[in-house]
């Protein structure tokens, strides 16, 4: 019998792998992904890990939907104190069983939802009429509340949530609530959003400040160098006449100095002639400095520039109008 027992057993071993293999290979990607996501929450709600064991439900049911994956995600959700979802999962069971025409567990699934139902925690959101402006929008965490569910006691897990309301040209209004797993029926009511100031104009840039240029000193004005010019011939000019006018004195003393000495005796006359000489040498000296200093005073003055000259009558008289 060992002899025969032997062989008979290894072809049993592999026909069953033979079918095992063909099943798998009839398999989606997703599928495979979904039995493997299964499996791994079977074990970690074994060890009592909801919180890693639910989303693995979760995720399997997403990629392969199945009613024993809805029971189990179901179970898990209960075990871990999330009633709404276990009760919103059994119900999902319930209907996906029942259109696979399995019974028995569309019944149980049917059972677990109306024992839960009583114990669900209910959260209300209420917008009153005069709350009701443009844009309104509603937000229960990151989930938005629509307006067909405005005033609808909707199931909901226990837990630390917040309501955010906002409106376009409003502020923005929002409250932190707790709910309990289970009993629980809480009422929002939204207030009226109160109006958001006007935006204030932003204020402009400051403006690179310009490098400063330093302007060369003002040159004179035309007339003015004129003007100035003409003082200083003037004034030459003046000096020149000066010396003149000393020119001539001395020269009047020095003739006055030799009349008398051609009236004086021999050793008299010869002193006196000498101071005649000295002083009509000093005179033709300061009359020669004179005379030049009077020229180049009237040079430089005729020089100077000027302004306009007008030359015109008034039928009467004729007259000559500018600067000189």
């Excluded at 079918?19 to 495979?32: F, G, L």
């Excluded at 693995?56 to 029971?71: C, I």
């Excluded at 302004?307 to 009558?313: L, S």
Aim: a positive charge; charged letters at 20%; one cysteine or more.
């Amino acid at each position: 019998m060992r002899f025969f027992s032997f062989p008979f057993a290894g072809v049993f071993l592999v026909a069953t792998l033979a079918v095992q293999a063909a099943h798998s290979a009839d398999k989606s990607p997703d599928a495979v992904r979904a039995e493997t996501l299964f499996d791994e929450g079977r074990r970690l709600m074994a060890s009592g890990d909801f919180a890693e064991a639910c989303p693995k439900f979760a995720q399997s049911q997403a990629l392969d939907p199945a009613p024993g994956t809805a029971l189990n995600l179901a179970n898990c959700y209960e075990k871990w104190g999330k009633l709404a979802s276990a009760w919103s999962a059994y119900r999902s069971a319930e209907a996906s069983a029942t259109s696979k025409k399995q019974k028995d567990r569309a019944n149980f699934a049917k059972k677990k939802a109306t024992a839960l139902q009583p114990k669900l925690s209910r959260l209300t959101v209420v917008v009153p009429g005069a709350a009701q402006t443009s844009g309104l929008q509603v937000r229960f965490d990151a989930e938005p509340v629509q307006a067909p569910e405005w005033g609808v006691p909707i199931p909901r897990d226990g837990g630390q949530y917040e309501i955010q309301v906002s409106a376009v040209g409003k502020k923005p209004w929002s409250i932190r609530v707790e709910l309990r797993p289970s009993g629980q029926n809480l009422v929002i009511e939204v207030p009226v959003l109160e109006d958001a100031p006007a935006p204030v104009a932003e204020a402009p840039a400051p403006q690179p400040q310009p490098t400063p240029v330093i302007q060369p000193e003002p040159k004179p004005a035309k007339g003015q160098r004129g003007s100035t010019q003409r003082t200083v011939g003037l004034v030459i000019a003046g000096i020149g006449v000066a010396g003149l006018g000393t020119a001539g004195a001395l020269a009047l003393s020095a003739k006055s100095q030799f009349n008398k000495a051609k009236n004086e005796p021999f050793p008299a006359q010869g002193e006196d002639s000498q101071k005649a000489v000295k002083m009509g040498n000093i005179a033709t000296v300061a009359a020669a400095v004179g005379g030049g200093l009077a020229a180049t005073g009237l040079v430089i003055w005729l020089t100077a520039p000027r302004g306009p000259v007008t030359v015109g009558t008034n039928g009467q008289e004729l007259f000559v109008t500018g600067t000189f």
